[in-house]
């Protein structure tokens, strides 16, 4: 029993006598001092000798000791364990049963449900009443037991996707017998009749004292969808006719890429008094075959949802005929047959087979088609590998050709002998053959078979071990009549007769439609009856739970197709997905024409709500503004003792700014980024030369100085005007901004992480240069004798490079401005190396230069330390010496050429290659 | 710590702004060596002495445009040397000046040895012969003399308060000390005395954290020396700012009046303002003499 101030509950009230401590508490905090900073200060001995004032300390100020009061008066009740909605009410006594009805249709507020039946179990366990409960829908003998025992075991009551049936209520009502007199049953209602419910509510009321808990939400379900006359037909019903309502039916199917996703959504209208509200749903047949379920939104129960079939869907079907352009009478062409067979079911798709092959029809029927072109024939082998069928008819063509003969083809299930045979003709012994009766692992299992289908001519198939297997159907005497074998995810069928009557009458018969629609050619619309399903099982794909959810259902067993269509819904016959061969059939939670009705109880049965007020602990809330208050109390001591003010105190500053920081911590990302785009502008709005940065500052200064001089130059002397260059990071910045990228290579410099790498692949590949600089005067040769050179094999490494050769006399290198024969930098090292010309280039007779690659080399290497011989101060003056008096004069002055052809080179590509043609151009000009 | 080349190159850096200094030169006979004296040696003068080319360190002002306009190369005129004098420092190589109040603040050390380089420099420059006080580095001439001060200036003392070095001064010759002179002030006061029976004059600087002249501290605190050997607690700091204040105070009139007596001068310079005032304050100083 719980002792109660002002509406809150306390459970361990003797605590709140710790209260009473506070004042004493009060006082020892005034009388103790703060604890001293030690603090070095060489002015001490000044102080020394100085006495206090006063001797009493800094006292704490009241407002500091109010909060530490509060923050221990906090603990203290939060200790005490307050709650508030306490329970008082006094409970009976004796064991409680608990029925649910535990169906679909409570499944919308089986979150209530469990937090109510939480709260009984609560209130029954303070009482240590004993407690049971039972399921209508899985109903077991009933488990007397300590409610705190049950309490753990609610997560796992959940509701299940039917209501409960006569043997299930037989089951509890004679359960219902067993209990200890003068138990409390109380029913957890779904607010849904049922048969049966009137003689559990009498057994209910035998056993013991009966209250009902029932739910005031009302219970929706929607009825299978229908598909007539091009739209789908959604009817919700509801089990009370009460006000006017509206409810949304959400389509739900996956898109192109196999996501689940909202399709199409429609809103239906209860009229207030009305029970069954309709909604006309129209989509595109394409949408509508991708349709997986129907749902009502806000409702999470099993009777909420209806699964969409093969019945929503008409298949695409191509028919193909050989005999294509031929004149005939319209009941000798091929596919005249197929047409009426398919048309009420199935959309047809004329056209030739690569036409119609981008439309990914369900089923391809080619009718007496013998050859087909290599390409045909590869594109409609991988079509029926992604799941296909293809059904081929017999015919003269194919009796008279050669296809399948010798070896198997594979779009033939069955090699063929030579020339088909007929029976039963004018010129030929013996009489039409009837079938034989469909085995019982043949798709057609369960069809009757009219007494007047004869066949008179037929191909033969060569006998192979896998004949057998291979026969669905076969004639009476023993000849197959229907081969298939499987191809991939798809399958091939031949059946071995013509698709019109010419050969035989099984096209004229109803037969004929029925195998079409076991091979799933086409499929049936509208729901199946029972007899129509004799003799097929289905086993089950994906099953409903009670919330409607679909779970796997790999583990259930198959249902015989009759039961699939009429019997009960239970644990052996879940609603859910039902598969059978390629065909698809859904068993929904409602019968196409069930009604919903409201339970009704007797009068003197006293029914209440779910809702009830919770218990809310306030212990939590309270400890944690007791430590809120303590933190802020830290904070205030420190301020206090002057170790947050005073300059020298590190702790309290650094809470200070990190407090800051946090504060502040988007706006240095914002200023990155503005900073990024302003450079992205500077970059692309003149010509930028950029250097690579090494994160050796004194490189990184020459090469800056070194492309500044040289853009100089440029500028200068050419039409090329640059801006100022730019340092590069490799890992941050964009690359594609910059025509050449010139990178001194130092050993110690980082290598770029693999996104720079990418980058780097992309920057070569659309038309970038790097110009890598060793800087050792090409001692190494590129090898690995120095260290510049090893550190420049690592970083090329990764780069996509292709294969290079020494600069050829005749590169458009040497021409492009000036005419140069050598690279010099600050160095005059032998050679560079840039991407090699291809193998066939020769020199043209009469031509000065060859006609080389067509493209920019992505590369070149040098070791002649370019960017100090190109480098300038910024009033232009050269900031490092090269070689001795006018001759290092005149090698600065290469290098600046050198450094022109290359911007050149990178800028106008082979166009100087192009050269080559001049003479040959001017000749037919002067003609 | 700052090492001996960081230290000298500062003291070079700070040095170079200002023109040579040169102490003034009074009591000639005492300093002078005799054979240095005369005609063979460059220094202050009216009459000419030698062309040398221009050294790293030289201003341009000192750059003779005559001689330099006739070839490739620029000069400086030297005048003969007449008086070279020895200037004696003497740096607090204490524990407590090794306190900064602020990361952002150099240490009173730093602060003190750059000054006291910074003034050899000039001295040097200007033909001076500096040294330390004591025995371990007697006053000579040169460059070679400023790395050896920088190298002494580099070591440190044990003791919180170190008592200014008073022995070996070579009488009438010029003297710099530079602390912060929170030691015991007997101890300074024997040394000026002891200065001022020689005829040796000079300069003290004080130099000083800026949170020794504000005392800016509130609460609860116990106050300890840099070296730990003294302890203060008081229970509220605040209250004790303006009687610390009236003591500082109090020194500094003491130490001026000892000044006065003895013919030194004082100055003072807190670590948050700029080393190159004080530069200029004691080279003024230094110049004016007594």
């Given amino acids: 029993m719980m002792f109660t101030i002002l509406g809150i509950g306390f459970t361990a009230p003797w605590l709140l006598l710790g209260l009473a401590a506070l004042p004493v508490l009060w006082l020892l905090l005034r009388a103790v001092p703060p604890a001293p900073i030690r603090r070095m200060f060489p002015g001490v001995t000044l102080l020394l000798g100085l006495k206090d004032d006063e001797q009493v300390t800094d006292r704490t100020p009241w407002w500091l000791l109010l909060m530490r009061m509060i923050a221990v008066a906090a603990v203290i009740l939060g200790l005490a364990g307050p709650v508030l909605n306490p329970k008082t009410e006094t409970a009976g006594s004796g064991p409680v049963l608990f029925l649910l009805d535990a169906s679909w249709a409570g499944a919308s507020a089986w979150a209530r449900t469990s937090d109510l039946l939480e709260q009984q179990l609560a209130e029954a366990g303070r009482a240590g009443r004993p407690v049971a409960m039972m399921r209508l829908t899985q109903p077991e003998e009933p488990q007397f037991q300590n409610a705190t025992a049950w309490r753990t075991r609610i997560a796992g009551l959940l509701p299940e996707p039917w209501q409960p049936s006569p043997d299930q209520i037989a089951m509890a009502s004679s359960a219902l017998d067993g209990i200890p007199a003068g138990t409390e049953i109380r029913w957890i209602s779904d607010g849904v009749d049922y048969e049966g419910r009137d003689e559990l509510i009498a057994a209910a009321r035998s056993a013991g004292d009966l209250r009902v808990l029932q739910s005031t939400r009302e219970a929706l379900a929607l009825r299978p969808a229908t598909f007539e006359d091009g739209v789908i037909r959604l009817t919700i019903i509801r089990a009370t006719a009460g006000p006017s309502r509206e409810v949304t039916v959400l389509a739900q199917g996956r898109d192109p890429a196999g996501t689940e996703r909202l399709l199409a959504s429609a809103t239906a209208d209860f009229a207030a008094g009305e029970t069954e509200a309709s909604v006309d749903l129209s989509l595109p047949s394409e949408l509508r075959a991708r349709i997986t379920r129907f749902e009502l939104q806000g409702q999470r129960s099993a009777g909420a949802v209806s699964l969409g079939d093969d019945g929503l869907r008409r298949r695409e079907v191509a028919l193909i005929a050989g005999r294509e352009g031929h004149e005939g009478l319209e009941l000798l062409a091929p596919l005249h047959y197929l047409e009426q067979a398919l048309e009420p079911t199935a959309d047809i798709l004329n056209g030739a087979l690569l036409d119609v092959l981008p439309a990914n029809p369900d089923a391809i029927v080619l009718a007496d088609v013998a050859t087909l072109s290599a390409a045909e024939e590869d594109a409609l082998t991988e079509w029926v590998d992604d799941g296909g069928l293809l059904l081929r008819f017999a015919g003269p063509r194919l009796a008279a050709s050669d296809v399948s003969r010798s070896d198997e083809h594979p779009l033939m299930p069955v090699r063929l002998r030579a020339g088909g045979r007929s029976v039963g003709g004018a010129m030929s012994w013996g009489s039409p053959k009837e079938l034989a009766p469909f085995k019982e692992d043949s798709p057609f299992f369960g069809l009757t078979i009219p007494e007047d289908v004869t066949v008179t001519s037929q191909v033969m198939a060569q006998p192979d071990p896998t004949l057998a297997d291979r026969v669905i159907a076969s004639l009476s005497d023993g000849t197959p009549l229907v081969t298939r074998k499987a191809l991939g995810g798809g399958q091939v069928v031949l059946i071995h007769v013509t698709a019109n009557a010419e050969w035989s009458s099984l096209p004229l018969s109803g037969l004929f439609v029925e195998m079409l629609e076991r091979l799933a050619v086409s499929s049936a619309t509208g729901s199946p009856d029972a007899a129509d399903l004799e003799g097929t099982v289905w086993t089950p794909v994906r099953v409903l739970d009670g919330f409607g959810l679909l779970e796997d259902a790999t583990t259930l067993p198959g249902v015989e197709g009759p039961e699939l269509v009429s019997a009960q819904l239970g644990p052996d016959m879940r609603p859910g997905l039902y598969q059978n061969e390629d065909r698809r059939l859904a068993r929904n939670v409602l019968r196409p024409d069930e009604t919903l009705q409201p339970a009704t109880w007797p009068a003197d049965v006293p029914v209440e709500g779910l809702g009830f007020e919770r218990e809310r602990p306030l212990g939590g809330w309270l400890l944690g503004l007791a430590l809120l208050l303590l933190a802020a109390d830290v904070i205030a001591t420190l301020a206090l003792s002057g170790r947050l003010t005073a300059s020298r105190a590190r702790s309290g500053g650094a809470a200070a700014l990190l407090a800051l920081c946090l504060l502040t911590a988007a706006d240095p990302a914002q200023a990155q980024e503005a900073e990024t785009d302003d450079l992205a502008i500077l970059a692309t709005d003149e010509l930028v030369l950029g250097h690579v940065l090494t994160g050796d500052p004194e490189v990184d200064d020459i090469a800056q100085a070194g492309l500044r001089g040289l853009s100089d130059t440029l500028y200068f002397r050419t039409s090329v005007e640059p801006a100022t260059p730019h340092g590069v990071d490799l890992e941050t910045d964009e690359l594609a901004f910059y025509p050449l990228l010139y990178w001194p290579i130092t050993p110690d410099q980082p290598l770029p992480s693999d996104e720079a790498y990418a980058k780097l692949n992309t920057y070569l590949r659309s038309g970038g240069m790097i110009v890598f600089d060793t800087r050792d005067a090409h001692i190494a040769n590129f090898g690995t004798s120095s260290p510049n050179g090893r550190k420049l094999q690592q970083l090329a490494a990764p780069l996509d490079i292709p294969p290079l050769e020494p600069v050829p006399d005749d590169h458009v290198l040497t021409r492009t401005f000036y005419l140069l024969q050598d690279y010099p930098g600050r160095h005059n090292g032998r050679s560079i190396w840039v991407e090699s010309a291809p193998a066939d280039a020769e020199s043209v007779e009469g031509m000065p230069f060859r006609n080389l690659n067509d493209g920019v080399t992505p590369v070149i290497f040098g070791g002649n330390d370019w960017a100090a011989a190109w480098a300038t101060d910024a009033e232009g003056r050269p900031l490092l010496p090269v070689g001795r008096g006018f001759a290092g004069e005149r090698q600065r002055e290469l290098a600046h050429r050198f450094g022109v052809n290359l911007v050149m080179y990178v800028l106008t590509g082979n166009y100087k290659s192009d050269q080559v043609h001049v003479p040959a151009l001017l000749d037919r000009l002067g003609q | ?290």
């Avoid at chain 2, 005129?77 to 204490?94: F, H, N, P, T, Y």
């Avoid at chain 2, 003034?119 to 050896?148: D, F, K, M, W």
């Avoid at chain 2, 308060?161 to 002179?181: K, N, T, V």
């Fill in chain 2, 1 to 290: 710590m700052t090492s001996a080349s960081t230290l000298r190159h500062k003291a070079e850096a700070e040095a170079g702004r200002l023109p040579p200094l040169l102490a003034r030169a009074d009591h000639l006979a005492g300093t002078v060596l005799l054979g240095d004296h005369g005609r063979r040696r460059a220094g202050l003068g009216d009459d000419f002495w030698q062309y040398r080319p221009v050294q790293q360190g030289d201003s341009r002002r000192l750059i003779d445009h005559r001689r330099s306009a006739r070839g490739d190369q620029q000069f400086v005129r030297e005048r003969e040397w007449q008086i070279a004098q020895s200037v004696m420092l003497w740096v607090d190589r204490g524990a407590s000046m090794r306190f900064a109040s602020d990361d952002s603040l150099p240490t009173k050390a730093d602060r003190a040895r750059l000054l006291g380089l910074a003034s050899a420099v000039l001295l040097v420059r200007g033909g001076e012969r500096v040294g330390l006080t004591g025995t371990n580095l007697p006053p000579r001439r040169g460059r070679n003399q400023i790395l050896r001060l920088a190298e002494m200036f580099s070591e440190d003392a044990e003791d919180d308060y170190a008592p200014p070095e008073h022995r070996a001064m070579i009488p009438h010759a010029r003297a710099l000390f530079i602390s912060d002179f929170l030691g015991p002030m007997e101890e300074v006061e024997v040394a000026l005395t002891k200065a001022a029976d020689r005829g040796v004059r000079g300069v003290l600087l004080q130099i000083l954290d800026p949170s020794e002249e504000e005392f800016p501290f509130r609460g609860r605190t116990i106050f300890e020396s840099v070296g730990g050997s003294i302890h203060h607690e008081t229970l509220k700091a605040g209250e004790l700012r303006q009687r610390y204040l009236d003591r500082l105070a109090a020194r500094r009139d003491w130490m001026e009046r000892l000044t006065r007596t003895t013919g030194w001068q004082m100055g003072l310079h807190l670590t948050n303002n700029s080393a190159q005032s004080a530069l200029l304050w004691l080279w003024t100083a230094l110049n004016r003499g007594a």
